[in-house]
């Protein structure tokens, strides 16, 4: 069993706004979700979605129905 130690390490890894650096909040679709611009890195005109704060994780937003890889923001 994780002691208390590593689940606050896990936690404080989880929630780290390092995971979203070169990033900017752009929406906020409720629920605890958020629409991240991407706008340094390879991703850079990306669109995210960061729904930690239900434990949903970080991932691309992407278009349903459409095999283009995720969304970009224009």
């Known amino acids: 069993m994780a002691s208390n ?3 606050d390490q896990l936690m404080e ?4 706004v390092d995971r979203i650096s070169g990033a900017i909040r752009v929406c906020d679709w409720g629920g605890g979700g958020l629409g991240l611009l991407v706008v340094k890195g390879r991703e850079h005109g990306k669109v995210w979605c960061d729904y930690r ?5 970080i991932f691309p937003e992407t278009i ?3 095999d283009s890889g995720h969304m970009s923001f224009l």
């Open 5 to 7: 130690l590593d689940q």
């Open 13 to 16: 890894y989880y929630f780290s």
């Open 53 to 57: 704060g239900d434990f949903g994780g």
């Open 64 to 66: 349903p129905g459409e």
